[in-house]
């Protein structure tokens, strides 16, 4: 895909810092405008344990209406033609706050490109996913996600390229 005469937010969530040095890759290939997104309750450590059955993380897998507040929205979010979002692995899927960010946007008609990172797991079935789970997910273009963990700024480019 030729992003020269497209508009790209490259919208992240990160919770120990992977995520957003990914995403920043990405808005140095497409010369997209970065977005951190937050949630209005910040997540803990304690929240991110997932060996412990009742904390934040598995909340919020458990039950996939769970939708966290943002902290704030993109600004004019109706510019942009392709939206990549970035999110670390959790279950083989995003996080709740992700799908946070997704309702707040309007994306019939728009492009959205899923970037990962993991320790040990890929996007798994985040597209399917958020096929399932957003508003207008048929009138959306959906590309082929990647996991960039650890990806050099020429790895990411040549991915962007490709698309």
């Keep these: 895909m030729d992003f020269s005469e497209k ?6 969530f990160s919770t120990k810092g ?9 808005a140095a290939a497409t010369d997209g405008k970065l977005f951190e997104i937050q949630a209005k309750e910040p997540y803990t450590d304690a929240d991110l344990d997932w060996r412990v059955p009742d904390s934040r993380c598995n909340r919020e897998f458990k039950d996939p209406t769970i939708r966290p507040e943002l902290l704030k929205k993109a600004h004019c979010p109706g510019k942009y033609d392709v939206y990549f979002v970035g999110f670390p692995i959790w279950y083989g899927v995003y996080p709740a706050i992700v ?4 309702d707040s946007l309007k994306l ?3 492009t959205v490109v899923f970037f990962c990172t993991s320790g ?14 957003t508003k207008d997910a048929d009138k959306v273009t959906w590309l082929d996600d990647k996991l960039l963990t650890n990806a050099s700024p020429e790895d990411v480019k040549a991915w962007v390229d490709a698309l």
């Design 7 to 12: 508009k790209a937010l490259v919208a992240y």
């Design 99 to 102: 799908q946070s960010f997704l």
């Design 18 to 26: 992977v995520t957003k040095e990914a995403a920043e890759k990405v």
């Design 108 to 110: 019939a008609g728009k």
């Design 120 to 133: 040990g797991s890929n996007s798994g079935k985040s597209i399917a996913f958020a096929k399932e789970h």
